[in-house]
C-alpha cells in the first residue's frame, strides 16, 4: 500500500486516495486489462493513474480521453511538472487547436472527438497500449462511441489492448457489466462541506445572487478561494463585475477571475495557478471535473449549465440552459472540501433539489445523431442499430420494413411476429394488402374489401389513356379511383370479361380477369381466418377506414397555396414530400386523401421536365375521419409564426398525421418567451426597425467599446454579438406584437446593460464633447481600432500648445483643424507640432484669403 506520492522539484509531498488501490488497479489492469474506477473528486485519478500504468512498464503509449479541450491542456501540464519534465516529451496532449507532443511521448491526453478521428485513421490503434476514458459519467457521445469500438477492439484483433473507465458520480455497475470489467473503488479523502441554500424565489438575475452570496462568504472572514459556477461567458462576465462592485478595502487584495474554455491559455492559467492573493473565480463546468484548483473553500452554484439537445419537431440544434442534475451538484460542492473544511452555497431553494434529476442525460440521448452515424459508417458499421452501444440511442428512424411492419402492428417492438403478422403471413401480398383485407373481413365486407386488394394487387384494369367515365367524381357516395375501377370490373364481369366490349369501355379485359381470380383467392383465404365481422354502418366508410389502417404513411394533403390552375395536383405526403395527384383520378378536388400508388414520372418538357413523384388509385379522405382511425399516429404540434401583415407572432396549432398537418388552427402564443425571441431575431436580421436605435445608441457602442480596448484589464462590456442580443431580448420584454417594441428608447436598456460605475468610467474617459480654450465644445467620434477623432475652426484652438486626449490620458484625439470657411485645413495629432511647423505657412494663406478673421 502507498498513500503518498512525491512530486518532482519543488512540488509538496501530497496524500492521494488512489494510491490506496493501486495494487488492485495494477493487476486488474494486467488480466482481465480493463476496469471501471470509482473515485471522487480530488481523489487523483486523472493525473495519477496514468503516472501509476508508466512506472509499472504498461506496454505502449497511455492515451487519456478527456471531453474538455481545457482539461486536456492543463492536466498533461500538471503531469508534466510533476514528472519533471517538459510538457509535450513524455507527457503530452492535442486538441482540436493545439498540438504538443512527440514520438517518445508515453501519455497523451486527447479530446474524445479526436480520438474518434485518430480511429478512422488507425483502427487498431497501433502502438497504443492503454485507453482511459476520464469522466466517463458525462456520458459524452463520442465517448459512448469510442467506448463500444475499444471493447469491439478487445474482442476481436487487439485483445492486447488495455482499457480504463473512470468517474467520480458514475453508477460503476452499467460499465463493468458492459466491459465484463471489475469495479475498482477509491474511498475519498474529502474535508466535510456544509451546504446552504438560497432562502425562497427571488427575481434578481443570477450573477447578482451569486455576488451577494460571495459578498457573504467575505463576510464571514473565511480564508481560501471561492469558486463560482455559472453557465456561460455572458453570466461570466456579468457575475465578474457584480462581484468586483462588492468588494471593499477591507477585503485586502482579492482577485476575481474568469474561467472558461474559450479563454486564452495564460487566462485560463492565471484562474488556476497558485496565487498569494484570494481568489473568486467564476467558471462554467469546466471546472467541474478534472482540473484542480488549489485553495478553494468556498464553492457558489448557480445550478444551471449549458446542454446541447436536438429539437426533432424543428430539426435544429439548440444550446439552452438547464438545471444541473443532483450527481453533478454534488460534483461541484466537492471542490471546497479538497484540502479542508469548505462551504457551497446553492443559489436554490431546498425543496427544489428534490425535483432535479439524479444524472445528467446522456448525449446519445439527446443530441444530434447524424455526426456518429456518419463516423461509425465509415469505420465499417453499417447498420448502427447493430453498434455494441453502452446505451442505445432513440433511433428516430429505423428501418423502412421495421417501420411500416410496426404501423401495420406486424411486428412487436422486439421485432418478432405479433399474432396479426402471423395472420398476414398467410397472404400471398404485400403486407399492406393482408391488414386491408384482414381489416375488412373483421367488419364484415369480405367481397368488396376482397375485390378491392385484388385491384390494388394486380396491373390497372383501366386502359390509357383514361377514359373520362373513370375520371369524373360520382354525384354520391364514396370519391375513390377505387370504386370507380370497383365498378368497371363489376362491368366486366358482367359481360364475361369479353375482350372488344370491355375494350370500347375502356377497360383491359385480361387484366380484369386476373383481378377477379385474385379477388376469389383472397374471399378463400379470408373465410380460411374464420367468420366474417358483423357489418356496421356504411360499406364504403368500412372500406375506407380498412385502407387507412392499411396506408397510414401514404396519406396526402392538398398544398394550401395560391396555385394556378394546372398546380391543383399539387400534394404534401408525410416527411414534407411534395408531390403531384394523376390527372385523371377523381379524387382531384379532396383536402385529404389515401393514394395507393406513388410513383416517379418524367414530366413533360410543356411542364418544365425532371422527374415527378405522382400519386394514383386515391380516395378522398376527410380529416375527421383520419384522426378518429389513425389517432395512435397523430400528434399535436404548434409551432410560431410571422404575421408580416399585422408584425405580430401568431401561434398555429397543427393536428399532424406522421408530420402532416391534418388542420390548424392560428392563435395567441403561450409561449410568450419564444415568441420574444422570434421578434428578436427578426431584428437582428434587420427585418425590423427599432425606431429609437439611433445614432445616439451607437455613438454610445462606439465608445464602450473603445474604452474597453483602451483599458482591456477593467473587463468592460464589450457588446458583442451575445451581449446585444440579450440586450434586444430585454427591449422585446414578453411582448409578442412589434408594435409596442418598435417605439422603446433603445439608449437606457443599451446602457443600463453595465453597471453605474462602468457607465460612468465610459463618460469621464469618452466624452461626447471636449470643451476647447474659447470656451466652444468639440465633439468627439468614437470607432474602435481607431483613434477618436474632434473638429473645430482653427480659431477654437488658439491657446492650446497641447493635443487633447481622452481615455484619462492614454488616447490623442485627431484634430481636423478647419478653415474659417469650416473645410479642414489640417488633420494632426500632434498640436504642438503643428504650430511649430505648419502654422506659420498656412496662416499667410489663410490670412490672405480671410482677412476679418483673427490671426495670431
Known amino acids: 500500500m502507498r498513500d503518498t506520492h512525491t512530486l518532482s522539484s519543488d512540488l509538496a509531498v501530497i496524500e492521494l486516495p488512489v494510491y490506496d488501490i493501486e495494487a488492485e488497479l495494477l493487476a486488474a489492469h494486467a488480466d482481465p486489462g480493463a476496469w471501471v474506477l470509482s473515485a471522487p473528486t480530488g481523489s487523483g485519478k486523472t493525473t495519477q493513474v496514468p503516472q501509476m500504468l508508466l512506472r509499472a512498464g504498461a506496454e505502449g503509449r497511455i492515451i487519456v480521453l478527456q471531453p474538455r479541450r481545457l482539461a486536456a491542456r492543463l492536466v498533461a501540464s500538471r503531469i508534466a511538472d510533476e514528472l519533471g519534465t517538459d510538457l509535450g516529451a513524455t507527457v503530452g496532449f492535442q486538441t482540436r487547436h493545439e498540438r504538443q507532443w512527440c514520438e517518445a511521448t508515453r501519455i497523451l491526453f486527447l479530446t474524445e472527438g479526436l480520438f474518434l478521428r485518430w480511429l478512422q485513421v488507425d483502427p487498431r490503434l497501433d502502438g497504443i497500449g492503454t485507453v482511459l476514458l476520464d469522466e466517463f459519467h458525462e456520458r459524452s457521445l463520442h465517448a459512448d462511441i469510442s467506448l463500444g469500438l475499444c471493447r469491439r477492439l478487445r474482442q476481436t484483433t487487439r485483445p492486447d489492448l488495455r482499457l480504463g473507465v473512470m468517474s467520480a458520480t458514475l453508477d460503476p455497475a452499467a460499465v463493468s457489466a458492459y466491459l465484463e470489467a471489475p469495479v475498482l473503488r477509491a474511498e475519498g479523502r474529502v474535508y466535510p462541506v456544509d451546504i446552504d441554500y438560497e432562502p ?239 381489416e375488412g373481413h373483421g367488419v364484415g365486407v369480405t367481397q368488396r374489401v376482397a375485390l378491392w386488394a385484388a385491384l390494388i394487387a394486380e396491373r390497372d384494369i383501366c386502359a390509357r389513356p383514361v377514359q373520362s367515365r373513370y375520371s369524373q367524381p360520382p354525384a354520391r357516395g364514396l370519391v375513390s379511383d377505387l370504386v370507380m375501377r370497383e365498378r368497371a370490373l363489376l362491368e366486366a364481369r358482367r359481360l364475361r370479361f369479353d375482350s372488344r366490349r370491355c375494350g370500347e ?88 386523401l389515401i393514394a395507393i400508388e406513388t410513383r416517379e414520372t418524367e414530366a413533360p418538357r410543356r411542364e418544365g421536365g425532371g422527374v415527378h413523384t405522382v400519386l394514383s388509385l386515391a380516395t378522398a379522405v376527410s380529416a375527421a375521419q383520419l384522426e378518429a382511425w389513425l389517432g395512435e399516429h397523430v400528434v399535436l404540434e404548434r409551432e410560431l409564426q410571422w404575421n408580416a401583415e399585422t408584425r405580430a407572432v401568431e401561434e398555429v396549432v397543427s393536428h399532424s398525421l406522421l408530420g402532416l398537418a391534418l388542420r390548424r388552427s392560428i392563435g395567441h402564443p403561450r409561449d410568450r418567451a419564444a415568441a420574444a425571441a422570434m421578434i428578436v431575431e427578426r431584428i437582428r436580421a434587420g ?41 434586444m431580448r430585454e427591449i422585446v420584454g414578453d411582448d409578442v406584437r412589434f408594435g409596442p417594441v418598435r417605439k422603446r428608447r433603445c439608449l437606457d436598456y443599451v446602457r443600463n446593460a453595465m453597471s453605474w460605475n462602468d457607465q460612468q468610467l465610459i463618460e469621464r474617459l469618452a466624452p461626447e464633447k471636449l470643451t476647447l480654450v474659447s470656451g466652444h465644445g468639440m465633439r468627439i467620434s468614437y470607432t474602435p481600432g481607431e483613434p477618436p477623432r474632434g473638429r473645430a475652426r482653427i480659431q477654437d484652438f488658439y491657446g492650446m500648445s497641447q493635443t487633447p486626449r481622452v481615455g484619462g490620458g492614454r488616447v490623442s484625439v485627431l484634430l481636423e483643424i478647419l478653415a474659417p470657411n469650416f473645410r479642414p485645413a489640417q488633420v494632426t495629432d500632434d498640436l504642438a507640432g503643428f504650430w511649430e511647423r505648419t502654422y506659420p505657412e498656412l496662416k499667410k494663406e489663410l490670412k490672405r484669403r480671410y482677412p476679418k478673421h483673427e490671426w495670431r
Open 505 to 592: 369501355l375502356g377497360i383491359h379485359a385480361n387484366a380484369c380477369r386476373d383481378v377477379d381470380r385474385a379477388a376469389h383467392q383472397y374471399e378463400r383465404l379470408l373465410r380460411q381466418c374464420g367468420e366474417a365481422g358483423k357489418r356496421r354502418g356504411d360499406d364504403d366508410e368500412a372500406l375506407l377506414r380498412a385502407l387507412a389502417l392499411a396506408y397510414p404513411d401514404h396519406v396526402a394533403a392538398r398544398r394550401q397555396v395560391d396555385q394556378l390552375p394546372g398546380d391543383r395536383l399539387l400534394c404534401e405526403m408525410p416527411g414534407r414530400r411534395r408531390v403531384a395527384l394523376d390527372r385523371t383520378s377523381v379524387a382531384v378536388e379532396a383536402d385529404f
Open 687 to 727: 427585418d425590423l426597425s427599432l425606431d429609437h436605435w439611433d445614432e445616439g445608441v451607437e455613438n454610445w457602442l462606439a465608445r464602450a467599446r473603445c474604452v474597453a480596448a483602451w483599458y482591456p484589464e477593467r473587463n468592460l462590456l464589450v457588446y458583442d454579438e451575445e451581449d446585444l442580443e440579450v440586450i
Open 200 to 438: 425562497g424565489e427571488t427575481q434578481a438575475p443570477v450573477w447578482e445572487r451569486a455576488a451577494d452570496a460571495a459578498r457573504r462568504w467575505l463576510d464571514g472572514a473565511a480564508d481560501g478561494n471561492a469558486l463560482v459556477f455559472m453557465p456561460g461567458a455572458f453570466e461570466i462576465r456579468r457575475t465578474l463585475d457584480a462581484c468586483r462592485r462588492r468588494l471593499l478595502p477591507s477585503d485586502g487584495p482579492v482577485e476575481v477571475l474568469p474561467l472558461y474554455g474559450s479563454l486564452s491559455a495564460e487566462d485560463q492559467r492565471r484562474a488556476v495557478a497558485p496565487a498569494e492573493n484570494r481568489k473568486i473565480i467564476v467558471a462554467t463546468n469546466v471546472a467541474e471535473t478534472s482540473i484542480t484548483i488549489e485553495g478553494v473553500r468556498c464553492v457558489i452554484d448557480a445550478g444551471l449549465a449549458r446542454v446541447h439537445r436536438f429539437d426533432p419537431n424543428r430539426g435544429v440544434n439548440t444550446l439552452l440552459i438547464e438545471r444541473i442534475s443532483l450527481a453533478s451538484a454534488e460534483q461541484r460542492a466537492g471542490r471546497a472540501g479538497r484540502t479542508a473544511p469548505g462551504v457551497c452555497l446553492r443559489l436554490w431553494s431546498r425543496s427544489e433539489a428534490h425535483a432535479r434529476p439524479s444524472r445528467d442525460t446522456p448525449e446519445v440521448a439527446r443530441v444530434d445523431l447524424s455526426e456518429a452515424v456518419l463516423t461509425l459508417t465509415q469505420m465499417g458499421v453499417n447498420d448502427p442499430g447493430d453498434f455494441p452501444w453502452i446505451e442505445s440511442p432513440p433511433l428516430k428512424r429505423l428501418q423502412m420494413a421495421t417501420q411500416l411492419l410496426r404501423r401495420l402492428d406486424a411486428v412487436d417492438l422486439n421485432g418478432a411476429l405479433t399474432p396479426l403478422g402471423q395472420q398476414l403471413a398467410r397472404f400471398p401480398a404485400h403486407p399492406r394488402i393482408g391488414r386491408l383485407l384482414l
